[in-house]
């Protein structure tokens, strides 16, 4: 029941020294989302087929994305009344109530 909407600039690195240190936290059975041995969106006969996974596990598909914020936009749905405030960087990112 929140939605956030963040605007700026993003980096990726992806085989680079910070991807592969963010990898090395990246333990166990949560590898196998970076390694299935179909792309992701490959169209299947059944559930069991979009879980077969490369062996080894690599970090080929795997990045780091570094975002640099400008704005940030809050929505906070609420049956008592949905709350809206835009954050700024050029505002310092003081708050700003919109209409939701």
């Known amino acids: 029941q929140l939605q956030l909407i963040l ?3 993003v980096s990726i690195f ?3 020294e910070r991807s592969k240190e963010a990898w090395r936290r990246v333990q ?3 590898q196998q989302a970076y390694n299935s041995v179909q792309a992701p969106g ?4 059944e559930p ?3 879980h077969v996974y490369k062996e080894p596990m690599d970090d080929a598909y795997f990045a780091v994305l570094a975002l640099d ?3 940030i936009e809050v929505l906070q749905l609420n049956r008592s009344g949905h709350l809206r405030a835009l954050f700024t960087k050029k505002n310092a990112w003081k708050g ?3 209409v939701p």
Not at 42 to 45: C, G, K, N, S, V
């Open 48 to 50: 069991k087929e979009g």
């Open 28 to 30: 166990g059975y949560v």
């Open 7 to 9: 605007t700026g600039s």
């Open 69 to 71: 914020p400008t704005e």
């Open 14 to 16: 992806q085989n680079d």
């Open 42 to 45: 490959t169209p299947i006969h």
């Open 96 to 98: 700003q109530w919109l």
